[in-house]
């Protein structure tokens, strides 16, 4: 059996709402067996009590639980360095048709390797519809791309199959465009199309392949894609295979204000509204994004125990706005955080996001709502493991967990200089980098060491990335550019109508006046 004892100057074993409630040890260790955690404590004590196979870290590293990364497409190729430039989403996502086919596994392990170095060690992956030919070889490939990294991963096909244009019938609006773009578009879209039955399958096959095995690092969630993309049979369907399955069900939720006014003008109520109608809400749903919500949404989110994943860069990048966490914190609701493959700076890097989240919920005023140090790095642990249906095997170092673990090293937060009474949880969230994390353990194996990966090369993965891109670009893609280059027009006079919502904001940065 391989046994490991890993030490910190400071060990995070779990992370609170503030410094009263975060549990932090100095010269702390964990005691992990084949990937369980055994014992936490100070390292003396564990030391004297455990005669272990090998000791990792010391009094230089800060050590802390495994971030979760609760939204993800997997694509460290991101959309930008594939041409879709960052735009409203509406057209955003209609610019990234045109993205030129890749490997995916390729691509995965990448993925995989870039969450990693900034202490990632779990995500919740959600897969786009991507055509039928070759679906299920994808999923596998995406799979096996995270296993081989040594990644925890909760994975999800998304299902789209109306309103995929814009937000309004897919045949009423192609009658409006010109005949030939209209063929073209109804060719683009068929490639994709899967029945309700099919994707079923399709899920109940994936799960016994790979989310059967409890002991696995690799969970099966159900995925309908959004609330105005899927039919409402489709979600009342998917939460009997959820509780038939006892999985998770993983979606995005009013991430623009067009998406609150399509629920005003479909039902004459939020989205949000219209899911707690459909009884659709619980602890096995998450939703991502969640930004455009009113009081009475956030009260139902809270009541109903659904999580909501919070992903600030791409809000920002997508010019949806600013997700309300502060109420959402003061309702009870679980927020956990993702990257969702936009970013910042490109890199999936979740230490450089939870210090982006930190900032940007600090409202203006003397004893105005903030967000903590504590509160955000709960967001990337605890509480984003509960909608990746790994539960409480992860998000802590606590005897009984799962033994996921980074360590980071404290040379640059200390140097020159760092004032002793700054809090551990402070000193990560305020001045940790990727580039200082060291170690990177996942079910007690260490899967990155002294900055390398042990499992993989990423020279020869990058090597092959840019060989595979350096080909010339496919006439397929060349062909779907020009046809949204057309489509584009057409998409903007549709939305022209449906103005900016004209509510009180939950938050206020300044005034015109």
């Not at 005023?365 to 095997?393: K, Y």
Request: net charge negative.
């Amino acid at each position: 059996m391989a046994t490991s004892l890993i030490r910190g100057k400071y060990l995070v074993s779990r992370a609170g709402t503030d410094a009263d409630s975060s549990v932090v040890i100095t010269d702390g260790a964990v005691f992990q067996r084949d990937g369980v955690i055994e014992d936490v404590g100070s390292y003396d004590d564990l030391k004297s009590r455990h005669s272990a196979d090998e000791e990792i870290g010391g009094q230089s590293y800060l050590v802390f639980p495994g971030l979760v990364n609760a939204h993800h497409h997997g694509r460290a190729i991101t959309p930008l360095q594939m041409g879709a430039c960052d735009d409203s989403l509406e057209t955003w996502i209609l610019s990234g048709w045109a993205r030129r086919p890749y490997d995916h596994y390729l691509v995965t392990l990448y993925t995989a390797m870039q969450m990693i170095e900034s202490g990632t060690t779990s995500v919740m992956y959600n897969h786009p519809q991507t055509p039928v030919s070759g679906l299920e070889e994808d999923i596998d490939r995406i799979i096996r791309g995270f296993s081989d990294a040594g990644m925890r991963t909760a994975f999800s096909v998304y299902f789209r199959d109306q309103n995929r244009v814009v937000y309004d019938d897919d045949e009423r609006f192609m009658a409006g465009l010109p005949s030939d773009l209209a063929s073209s578009l109804r060719k683009f879209l068929a490639a994709s199309n899967l029945s309700a039955d099919d994707y079923f399958d399709l899920f109940e096959r994936t799960y016994r392949k790979y989310g059967a095995d409890p002991s696995s690092r690799v969970r099966v969630l159900l995925s309908p894609s959004n609330v105005q993309w899927a039919s409402d049979d489709f979600l009342q369907r998917t939460k009997e295979y959820a509780a038939r399955y006892n999985t998770g069900i993983h979606i995005h939720l009013v991430e623009t204000y067009y998406q609150k006014q399509y629920g005003i003008r479909t039902w004459g109520k939020t989205p949000v509204a219209h899911l707690n109608d459909l009884g659709f809400l619980g602890p096995e749903v998450s939703c991502a994004h969640a930004i455009w919500l009113t009081d009475d949404d956030i009260d139902l989110l809270g009541q109903s125990n659904t999580t909501l994943c919070h992903n600030v860069s791409s809000n920002l990048r997508l010019k949806n706005g600013v997700a309300p966490v502060n109420s959402m914190w003061a309702r009870g609701v679980n927020v956990a955080m993702g990257t969702d493959s936009t970013a910042i700076n490109d890199d999936d890097d979740m230490l450089q996001e939870m210090r982006l989240v930190s900032k940007i919920h600090r409202q203006p005023g003397i004893g105005a709502p903030a967000v903590s140090s504590h509160q955000v790095l709960r967001m990337a642990t605890l509480n984003a493991a509960a909608p990746t249906f790994f539960h409480d095997e992860i998000g802590a170092l606590e005897v009984g967990r799962r033994a996921d673990v980074v360590l980071l090293d404290m040379t640059y937060i200390q140097d020159p200089y760092l004032d002793p009474d700054v809090h551990a949880v402070d000193a990560l969230l305020y001045r940790g980098k990727a580039r200082n994390v060291d170690t990177v353990i996942i079910d007690g194996e260490v899967v990155l060491r002294n900055g390398r990966f042990t499992r993989i090369s990423k020279e020869d993965v990058l090597a092959e990335l840019r060989d595979r891109f350096a080909r010339p670009l496919e006439t397929s893609v060349v062909e779907t550019r020009q046809m949204v280059e057309r489509l584009l027009p057409h998409v903007e006079r549709f939305y022209q109508s449906w103005g900016p919502d004209e509510g009180s904001p939950h938050y206020r940065y300044n005034s015109r006046s």
